[in-house]
């Protein structure tokens, strides 16, 4: 592969499972692909995972570095990952969390995709909930791939594809099984430090869905281990899910502003969230209450989508936005 563009690959950590950081990283030492450079960005880890970076890092120094944060602080998942975009050489960026396993012709099939279009900022596949990890019989009967929500192997021009995010009818792509143009990456500043986790992928993905095409791909090119110990089931257990998705709709809201976008349907979207979610924290409703309010306004919101042509909703939304 004599001249083929370099993709760097950003492997954030903190604590991992020594097992399960080693499988990460040897998952990409075995791709069928050659031109890559691997930045291993801890993120104030304790001292066994930072020793297995370093040794990665010493054995194969040409392709493989260690990066840290001054003063070896945890910083959280969005400023690790800038961290490595900061550093990255490459024409093309990936991501891989250090729980997470990637199949071995991944860089291969998703470059050449990424080589032949070229107005894509970014392209991502499908990818596998993986609970047979384990290697319990019942687990291996629990691993799907969920449904893109459309149609595979074609462009998506901005910002089709956050208006379908923000509706419910794509799903979201997991960073695994994203390649970005690191292009475009800079040009739109990457991730937000403020985000530590769970939405911080949310808010890079509505950064390039409004810059650049999306190229979306039918193929399953990687693992998402499902266990106790990520970081979406530890924030799912202390109820922060919510209350994080809700700080990306405000920040979505503030940025649609900043960069004077218009479009309707994101911004229909995005007021459609904003009021299903509503302001829940600030209020002191019981979280059962919460519960109660929300499955009543998910059905109302299921309601207008089956019930409301798309021209009144339209109208509708003309009326609302001539009163902002």
Known sequence: MTGASLVSIVIPFHNTSPVFMREAIDCVLQQSYPSWELLLVDDGSAPECTAIASSYAEQRPDQVHYLEHPGHQHRGASATRQLGIDCARGSYIAFLDSDDVWLPHKLEQQVAILDTQPDAGMLYGNTLYWYSWTGRREDSRRDYLPKLGVPPGRLYMPPVLLSLYLRGKAAVPCPCSVLARRTVVEQTGGFEARFHGNVDDQVFYAKLCLAAPVFVAG??????????????????????????????????????????????????????????????????????TQRRVRWVKKWILRLEEHLVPERLRQWIWLRESSHE
Request: hydrophobic share 35%; with cysteine.
């Open 219 to 288: 193929e399953c090119w990687d693992k998402y281990r499902q266990h106790p110990s990520s970081s979406t089931a530890v924030a799912a257990r202390q109820g922060k899910l919510a209350r994080d998705y809700v700080a990306f709709l405000s920040w979505l809201e503030a940025y649609l502003v900043q960069l004077q976008i218009t479009d309707r349907e994101v911004r229909r979207a995005l007021r459609r969230q904003l009021w299903y979610h509503g302001r829940f924290q600030s209020s002191g409703m019981p979280a059962s």
